[in-house]
């Protein structure tokens, strides 16, 4: 890989291609739990009961369109949309399955810290995040 044309993204950039995937992955868990979100939806008390039985499959529906996305394409369809992929930080290549799965599971844990883990990108010389780190990853322009 020619390294000498790498640029890293934008904090700004990955911001919004992490909210286009936020969107993606929401409309995802309404189309797969529709039935018992509308069964709930009449009573607050039910449907509050119904979201927090969710957060597990959410939390699966997310690790496994982090990791096959970033492993496969490298790069999730909001990276995709805005022209911004993750690259390994030592050779510059593909991600491996490993690497993805490590940095998805950096990503759950930076989200369950009240997004603390992408405040690091803001301090880090190559702008990467907790999961970014832990994964051995940079995320660049396409």
Same mark, same amino acid.
């Given at each position: 890989?020619?390294?000498?044309?790498?640029?890293?993204?934008?904090?700004?950039?990955?911001?919004?291609?992490?909210?286009? !995937?936020?969107?993606?992955?929401?409309?995802?868990?309404?189309?797969?739990?529709? !039935?018992?979100?509308?069964?709930?939806?009449? !009573?607050?008390?039910?449907? =509050?009961? =119904?979201? =927090? @039985?969710?957060?597990?499959?959410?939390?699966?529906?997310?690790?496994?369109?982090? @990791?096959?996305?970033?492993?496969?394409?490298? =790069?999730?369809?909001?990276?995709?949309?805005?022209?911004?992929?993750?690259?390994?930080?030592? !050779?510059?290549?593909?991600?491996?399955?490993?690497?993805?799965?490590?940095?998805?599971?950096?990503?759950?844990? @930076?989200?369950?810290?009240?997004?603390?883990?992408?405040?690091?990108?803001?301090?880090?010389?190559?702008?990467?995040?907790?999961?970014?780190?832990?994964?051995?990853?940079?995320?660049?322009?396409?």
């Amino acid at each position: 890989m020619n390294t000498n044309n790498l640029e890293l993204a934008s904090v700004l950039r990955r911001f919004f291609s992490f909210l286009i !995937d936020e969107i993606l992955v929401t409309i995802l868990v309404y189309v797969v739990f529709w !039935d018992k979100l509308v069964t709930n939806a009449m !009573d607050v008390d039910q449907l =509050a009961i =119904a979201l =927090a @039985s969710l957060v597990v499959p959410v939390l699966v529906i997310k690790f496994i369109y982090q @990791s096959f996305f970033v492993w496969y394409y490298g =790069a999730t369809i909001g990276k995709i949309i805005l022209k911004i992929k993750v690259i390994d930080f030592y !050779d510059f290549g593909r991600v491996s399955l490993k690497t993805s799965i490590t940095r998805s599971i950096g990503r759950l844990v @930076s989200e369950y810290f009240v997004y603390i883990g992408f405040l690091v990108a803001f301090f880090t010389e190559g702008r990467q995040t907790f999961h970014d780190k832990i994964g051995r990853t940079l995320v660049i322009n396409a």
